[in-house]
């Protein structure tokens, strides 16, 4: 119903900012709730942020909290996720998810996109 597709992953120091992109195809990005996770090496896959259909009242990690941000355009099918103050700790590949109901558990989320990597160096 829906494909995902992150970019805007890289490599950054650490303080440092960056932006990730989350195109959505294939749907109506409105009729979905919009989540971000992440997964490091050896580490199981966190929730990070996640944005109801209409954009209020955002839901975070605690590890995220007042670092990142999450938001959407739906009239571009396309969700964000800022990331201030990075560390080594955020290093990860990052996930963009669509699901058709707010939760922050991951496994009701049905669809994903492939994954952008953030390296933070120091």
């Known amino acids: 119903q829906v494909q995902l597709a992150e970019s805007g992953g890289g490599l950054v120091q650490a303080g440092g900012s960056l932006t990730l992109s989350c195109a959505a195809s294939?749907?109506?990005?409105?009729?979905?709730?919009a989540g971000w996770f992440r997964q490091a090496p050896g580490k199981e896959r966190e929730f990070i942020a996640a944005?109801?259909?209409?954009?209020?009242?955002?839901i975070y990690a605690d590890s995220v909290k007042g670092r990142f941000t999450i938001s959407r355009d739906n009239a571009k099918n396309t969700a964000f996720l800022q990331m201030n103050s990075l560390n080594a700790e955020d290093t990860a590949a990052y996930y963009c998810?669509?699901?058709?109901?707010?939760?922050?558990?991951?496994?009701?989320?049905?669809?994903w996109g492939r994954g952008t990597q953030v390296t933070v160096s120091s």
């Open positions: 294939g749907g109506t990005f409105s009729n979905y709730v």
């Open positions: 998810a669509a699901a058709l109901y707010f939760t922050a558990l991951g496994s009701e989320y049905p669809y």
């Open positions: 944005l109801r259909r209409s954009g209020g009242n955002p």
